[in-house]
T-cell receptor, first 111, second 117 residues
Framework: GEDVEQSLFLSVREGDSSVINCTYT??????LYWYKQEPGAGLQLLTY?????DMKQDQRLTVLLNKKDKHLSLRIADTQTGDSAIYFC???????????FGAGTTVTVRA | DTGVSQNPRHKITKRGQNVTFRCDPI?????LYWYRQTLGQGPEFLTY????????KSRLLSDRFSAERPKGSFSTLEIQRTEQGDSAMYLC???????????????FGEGSRLTVL
């Protein structure tokens, strides 16, 4: 995933908002994704955004896309202990939907 | 909706042995993908199928790896003469390309963890 970069760690207090950032390099990306992975588990699709959108909101999740800067962010409102996990940003490079993933951001929620 | 199912969930094998993983995608999903994830990294694309046709293989997929999807439903990933470097989580994903909403969604299974001793 050298084409997709994320910060490795984020610590947040329970009840606060979390913001996870991601940068990507391929301007032809069609979809951009956020996945959540809990220890020992597979990937859970949280949300995705089509490249012609700049924002998508889904309950506590808000995705912001800045195509000019190739920057994607995921905001989690009212962060809970159950939100502790690794969050992966991914881009779909073509209509083949072969995803290119970042290395993941480990989010730790402290009481 | 049963989701993407993978088995076995864990496999421990000795170097040089062959292993096979199975993936059952979500029904009606015509695209099926295999990824590999090593510790501390994001998943890396290995190969994908459109129905029974294998359309692309990554350079990561050495000659010891073979994937099939004979009837366009479940898929198998076989690794021959396993090496310690093959130890990883093997993830399967599926999606629908047309004929319904949300075709951008790619759903992953729980993965099959391989440990080569």
């Amino acid at each position: 995933g050298e084409d997709v970069e994320q910060s490795l760690f984020l610590s947040v207090r329970e009840g606060d908002s979390s913001v996870i950032n991601c940068t990507y390099t391929d301007s032809s990306s069609t979809y951009l994704y956020w996945y959540k992975q809990e220890p020992g588990a597979g990937l859970q699709l949280l949300t995705y955004i089509f490249s012609n959108m700049d924002m998508k909101q889904d309950q506590r999740l808000t995705v912001l896309l800045n195509k000019k800067d190739k920057h994607l962010s995921l905001r989690i409102a009212d962060t809970q202990t159950g939100d502790s996990a690794i969050y992966f940003c991914a881009e779909s490079l073509s209509n083949d939907y072969k995803l290119s993933f970042g290395a993941g951001t480990t989010v730790t929620v402290r009481a | 909706d049963t989701g993407v199912s993978q088995n076995p969930r864990h496999k421990i094998t000795k170097r040089g042995q062959n292993v096979t993983f199975r993936c059952d995608p979500i029904s009606e999903h015509n695209r099926l993908y295999w990824y590999r994830q090593t510790l501390g990294q994001g998943p890396e694309f290995l190969t994908y199928f459109q129905n029974e046709a294998q359309l692309e293989k990554s350079r990561l997929l050495s000659d010891r790896f073979s994937a099939e999807r004979p009837k366009g439903s479940f898929s198998t990933l076989e690794i021959q003469r396993t090496e310690q470097g093959d130890s990883a989580m093997y993830l399967c994903a599926s999606r629908r390309t047309s004929g319904g909403p949300n075709t951008g969604e790619l759903f992953f299974g729980e993965g099959s963890r391989l440990t080569v001793l």
